[in-house]
């Protein structure tokens, strides 16, 4: 097996077992006994541990190594309250200036999100259910505004994967889809309504008393 599809299976592996709520955040995330595991070198290990810090599902502790991030429920509220303040006024500006070519690319985005929820597919539809509100800013062209909502969203992404309740991602799917109706309309009032009860509804399905799962990263991964 290739270097690069090896460390993909390990970054895909470690993401299923923190989605799956398999590994506990806090987990120390030895390099040597993942090397063991997957039969591979510690540089691989570490490779695939520098792709999971970049969307902040783990961090990186010097001198003390890798460890499943651990996002608080203060956290939680506080990034959420910011999205909600900044996603209105995206809303807002985005409407005024819509035109049919954004309206079709964010149907082919939610498109997209709508396999994945039916696929089941937990990585993937936390992903594209965060970046639907990314494209909205890329598509506006503001390159600031995207940027600040891709490090948003990354860590509302992490939040969601390790929170959320079962059926949330279908309902957000499907709000996803009623807030490009208002948008294609041009109902600035309604749009920018429906994407303040979204976030809200994102935030009101995280469920912060879930099971505690393993600190075992064996016991997670097999």
Do not use: C, W
């Not at 890329?138 to 969601?160: F, H």
Request: proline residues 2%; glycine residues 4%.
């Amino acid at each position: 097996m290739e270097s690069s599809s090896t460390t993909h299976f390990i970054v895909e592996s470690l993401t299923r077992a923190i989605v799956e709520h398999r590994l506990q955040p806090g987990t120390k995330l030895a390099e040597q006994k993942l090397a063991d595991h997957f039969g591979v070198s510690r540089t691989l290990v570490r490779q695939a541990l520098f792709q999971l810090t970049q969307n902040r599902l783990i961090r990186m502790e010097p001198a003390r190594g890798a460890f499943v991030a651990a996002p608080t429920v203060e956290e939680a509220r506080q990034v959420f309250a910011v999205r909600r303040m900044l996603e209105g006024e995206m809303t807002r500006a985005f409407v005024r200036e819509v035109t049919p070519a954004k309206v079709r690319a964010l149907r082919e985005h939610i498109a997209q999100e709508k396999a994945a929820v039916d696929d089941n597919d937990a990585a993937n539809r936390i992903e594209l259910l965060g970046d639907f509100h990314v494209r909205m800013a890329e598509l506006m062209g503001n390159e600031v505004l995207a940027q600040m909502l891709r490090d948003l969203v990354s860590r509302s992404s992490l939040i969601t994967l390790m929170y959320q309740r079962a059926g949330a991602a279908r309902h957000s799917q499907e709000e996803h889809v009623e807030l490009v109706k208002a948008i294609a309309a041009k109902d600035e009032t309604r749009a920018v309504k429906l994407m303040h009860e979204h976030l809200l509804h994102v935030e009101e399905s995280l469920a912060f008393d879930r099971k505690v799962p393993t600190h075992d990263v064996a016991a997670a991964l097999s």
